[in-house]
């Protein structure tokens, strides 16, 4: 039989039905205790660092050994003398991870990585590639040359046909580029709506560096038999070192962390660090440099 269907039948059969429905709704509200809420507690542990660590060579997988307590809540984990820490109450963690780059030039942010790992109790104390990575991050390197810059007025005038005309300028930021380094140029009115496609598409703009922040540019007409009239314009130049670096930016400050974690007793934590490409880099000792150890429940 429908219990949904039109008639008187069916619909005190429905009322009764709802009527039923919630009843048991209100079953749990007037008939079962109420579940008092779970206590819940985050431990914490705070690592730092005493002085710079300066990495030892380029292209090396390094611990980063903390050497001193920020702040600790629990005696959950320890500081160990290798500057890892040790786990002594198993259970459910997350690590964090902080590190202070320095800025410096050519060995800034590119080609960074930077990671927590986990050492299981009865491996070696050393770290090994077989620790599990529990977070990294691996900064690319661009190596995007550094540049200087140039805009203002030119006015080049009649270039007869194989004549070049010149002139001298200074880029900008100083200290930039030198003899060697690569420069583009290009000028306003060496276009098809201002000279003509054919003069336009002839004249050939170059720059060079002739001296330390000195570019020299020149148009050089090689087939238009009765010359060009280039009226005054913009010239516009960029000039690139092109000497190999990389970084150049501020003092990178990068955090990383890792997922809930079930971390056993005797189990190690710790931090790596890397810079691929070059020497000398290092980690400052300040407050934004520490390595956090969470316990939850």
Excluded at 139 to 159: E, K, L, N, T
Excluded at 261 to 274: N, P
Aim: hydrophobic content about 45%; glycine content about 10%.
């Amino acid at each position: 039989m429908n219990l949904w269907r039109g008639d008187s039948m069916g619909s005190e059969r429905r009322r009764m039905a709802l009527r039923c429905a919630a009843a048991g709704l209100l079953v749990p509200a007037v008939g079962w205790p109420a579940i008092a809420a779970t206590p819940f507690a985050i431990r914490r542990a705070r690592f730092g660092l005493l002085e710079d660590f300066h990495l030892p060579k380029a292209d090396l997988v390094t611990l980063v050994p903390f050497t001193k307590v920020v702040f600790q809540e629990s005696a959950d984990c320890s500081l160990q003398p290798n500057g890892m820490v040790r786990i002594n109450v198993g259970g459910l963690y997350r690590a964090v991870l902080g590190l202070d780059w320095v800025a410096q030039n050519g060995t800034d942010i590119d080609l960074r990585l930077y990671g927590i790992r986990r050492k299981h109790v009865g491996a070696p104390p050393q770290p090994t590639l077989k620790d599990d990575r529990l977070a990294s991050a691996d900064i690319p390197g661009s190596d995007a040359p550094r540049m200087a810059r140039f805009q203002g007025g030119w006015a080049p005038g009649s270039v007869p046909l194989g004549g070049i005309v010149a002139t001298e300028l200074t880029v900008e930021p100083p200290g930039i580029v030198a003899i060697g380094d690569m420069v583009m140029a290009a000028h306003t009115s060496v276009a098809d709506g201002v000279i003509g496609a054919e003069a336009a598409d002839a004249l050939i703009v170059r720059g060079r560096v002739v001296a330390a922040d000195r570019i020299r540019v020149t148009i050089y007409n090689p087939s238009i038999a009765g010359g060009v009239f280039v009226p005054p314009g913009e010239l516009r130049v960029l000039a690139m070192n092109a000497v190999e670096t990389r970084g150049e930016s501020a003092d990178a400050w990068q955090v990383v962390h890792t997922a809930s974690e079930v971390l056993k007793a005797g189990e190690m934590i710790y931090a790596i660090g890397r810079n691929k490409g070059m020497a000398n880099d290092y980690i400052q000792a300040t407050d934004t440099t520490f390595l956090q150890i969470e316990r939850f429940g």
